[in-house]
């Protein structure tokens, strides 16, 4: 009966964790938009959690999902929203691709050289996102 009440015990727990609030964003709330909107809305998106597609670009103070290949090529920051991803190393297979990425919005984290509008944090998912693009 012990190991019984220990094991409900610990899936009502891992079920609070999933559902735990991330800087004031609830990741079941999640708002699927477009980088456009997010950057033009910036104060608007602060603190939510979004999904947004886009062009990632993993190198080297350069992580960052831009808009298009063509702005991640010419560096046009300000069409590009920084990364936050601990052992971003470990996601080179996405380098390079368009994506969908889910996280928090933070308009106020520039980025490397606050060069970028925006930042992306507490990444929870990232997918490849219609063709290879290399």
Known sequence: MRNRFNSI???LLVMLVNTTIV???DMKDIQT???IEVIANAQEYDGK?????GF?????ES???YLSRD???HSVTKNALWVELEKW????KFNKHYVLIEGVFDANNKGHLQLYSGSLTHIKRLILWGESTK
């Open 9 to 11: 015990l610990i899936v």
């Open 23 to 25: 800087k004031g964003a």
């Open 33 to 35: 938009l477009s980088l």
């Open 49 to 53: 959690a979004i999904r947004v597609v």
């Open 56 to 60: 990632l670009n993993l190198e080297f």
């Open 63 to 65: 992580k960052a999902l």
């Open 71 to 73: 702005d991640a090529q």
């Open 89 to 92: 190393t470990e996601y080179k």
